[in-house]
């Protein structure tokens, strides 16, 4: 009874940001204008490409999916973050950080399913551009993403109910500013060989088979743009690929950071920093990315302006 008593905890403690008391009410307003701004952006794409029937094609619903995705996944860990930052003990309970671990990797592996089903859209629009309309059907695009939905559930559900195996003893202080699933196991009293194997083996296979999947389908693309090379032919694919491409960079490369090129003697300051990099900055900039290098979204968005103006001045 005495050990069970010892294993069972009702709350973690958070380590929160590496930021001096004095600093903190300055970084409190800069990432809750970040925060607003993820969300405020994220949501003007979902609206535009909801409200402008030129923007109704799978890429587009696509994206307004990715970026309703970087808002739940935003909304996991800022809000919380914020509220710590106002306060002296940063706790959070059990049940919570448990959700937490849950939704997180539920929404970065919708992440990483979206950019991998959008290189793929993108590899058919160029390369077999007379069979898009037949490969790209609606019925596919949302079969897509409902297998994907299923898929990341059972995935995010498995580590967790394997998370709620390991024993955590007395007051728990993860080094983290969030309920990271490794930061968790390594403060925890019982042994996780099954857990760090499943995220070895599962977790690696879900993020390596999407991006050699995205470098697939763009090596396609490159190789069918070589063949017969022209300026007006590679600035076309440019303008169309450019901003996945460079999302896919941001979000592959920050990933990386935290989970594939850290090492131990790697400080706890500076993972929190990748990992607000990866979990913050990044979110904020898809849709400063998407509307200042997609042509259809700044579209969109003047004829969306214009409408609101002359509302107004009714």
Not at 75 to 88: A, I, R, Y
Not at 274 to 281: E, L, P, R, W
Request: proline share 4%.
């Amino acid at each position: 009874m005495k050990k069970q008593n010892e294993t069972r905890v009702s709350e973690f403690l958070l380590q929160g940001l590496p930021i001096p008391p004095e600093e903190q009410s300055w970084f409190l307003i800069l990432f809750l204008v970040i925060y607003l701004t993820t969300v405020l952006g994220n949501l003007l794409i979902v609206l535009l490409i909801r409200v402008h029937s030129c923007l109704h094609t799978p890429m587009y619903f696509f994206l307004s999916l990715l970026a309703f995705n970087d808002v739940c996944l935003s909304s996991v860990t800022v809000p919380k973050m914020l509220v710590d930052m106002q306060s002296n003990h940063k706790s959070i309970p059990y049940s919570g950080c448990i959700s937490q671990v849950y939704f997180l990797i539920f929404f970065v592996c919708t992440d990483n399913f979206l950019l991998a089903v959008m290189a793929y859209d993108r590899y058919v629009a160029i390369c077999q551009p007379f069979q898009y309309n037949k490969i790209m059907r609606q019925e596919r695009c949302i079969s897509l993403v409902a297998w994907s939905c299923i898929i990341n559930f059972s995935q995010a559900l498995m580590h967790s109910l394997l998370l709620i195996q390991v024993s955590f003893c007395g007051d728990i202080t993860i080094p983290h500013f969030f309920c990271e699933l490794t930061a968790l196991l390594e403060v925890s009293c019982s042994e996780t060989s099954l857990n760090n194997m499943v995220i070895f083996i599962e977790g690696g296979m879900y993020e390596c088979i999407p991006f050699i999947f995205i470098m697939g389908s763009y090596i396609c693309i490159w190789s069918i743009v070589l063949k017969n090379p022209s300026t007006k032919k590679f600035f076309k694919v440019l303008s169309t690929c450019g901003s996945h491409i460079l999302i896919v960079v941001l979000f592959y490369g920050t990933v990386a950071e935290v989970y594939f090129f850290s090492s131990p003697a790697m400080s706890s300051a500076k993972e929190i920093a990748a990992s607000v990099m990866y979990m913050i900055i990044t979110l904020m900039l898809n849709p400063f990315i998407y509307s200042l290098r997609n042509r259809d979204i700044k579209q969109a968005l003047k004829v969306f302006t214009n409408k609101m103006i002359f509302f107004k001045s009714e």
